[in-house]
């Protein structure tokens, strides 16, 4: 995890991590604590979260549309769009995710809450990922998360870098990457949430 300030900011040009952003306000660059836990079984709560309301969904329905551009091999350019979905050949091909209104709902974006309004950033601040998932009745055989924090943006452009800063992972095979290539995952929660100026994008992964 990367925090940019005033020194840390004179060198954001070095390596794809920042993506030349320019920013008023302090960024951190996406946690790299993105797990993949195949195998395990994850205790359910007795009590689960209710939380249906999605101010941000149209950009949450926008993602999915990135996430598996670059899952099916297309490539994501600076613009949000999708290069060769389907193809292939900017790496190898997976099977598209389907969206679970349930991990949406119950785990991502309240996590997603969390982070914004407390301005924080990190996969571990309201419980880890396996006691969110079990607090709201899910049990699997395989789980992950993505995250990005930013500030000074649209929820739009936060999510398109976000995506981006995931999909420059590529020439390194990183933890963000992986996730998004990951074949036992089946189904994908996402939760966004904007408080003030800061942005924050949570990508929860899940496979029965």
């Known amino acids: 995890m990367i925090v940019e300030t005033q020194r840390t900011r004179i060198s954001r040009r070095v390596g794809t991590a920042l ?21 395990a079984q994850p205790q359910a709560a007795t009590t689960a979260i209710d939380y249906p309301y ?8 926008f993602y999915l549309k990135m996430y598996n551009c670059t899952r099916t ?3 994501v350019t600076s613009t949000g769009s999708c290069t060769a979905y389907g193809s292939g050949r900017y790496s190898a091909y997976v099977r598209p995710i389907v969206r679970s209104g349930a991990l949406s709902d119950l785990t991502a974006r309240p996590y997603a809450k969390v982070l914004a309004v407390r301005n924080l950033c990190g996969h571990n601040y309201d419980g880890s990922l396996t006691t969110r998932l079990a607090r709201a009745g899910f049990r699997g055989s395989a789980w ?28 390194y095979n990183g933890p963000h990457w992986k996730n998004i290539k990951n074949r036992n995952f089946t189904q994908i929660g996402i939760g966004i949430w904007r408080n003030g100026d800061r942005v924050r994008l949570v990508t929860d992964f899940f496979r029965p």
Not at 54 to 61: F, H, K, S, V
Not at 148 to 155: H, K, L, P
Request: charged share 15%; hydrophobic share 45%; aromatic share 6%.
């Open 19 to 39: 993506l030349g952003a320019a920013l008023a306000t302090a960024l951190v660059v996406p946690g790299v604590l993105a797990t993949s836990r195949p195998g």
């Open 54 to 61: 999605a101010p941000w969904l149209t950009d949450e329905a």
């Open 73 to 75: 091999g297309g490539w």
């Open 144 to 171: 992950g998360e993505n995250l990005a924090c930013r500030g000074g943006m649209s929820v739009r452009a936060s999510i398109i870098w976000a995506h981006r800063v995931f999909q420059s992972e590529r020439s």
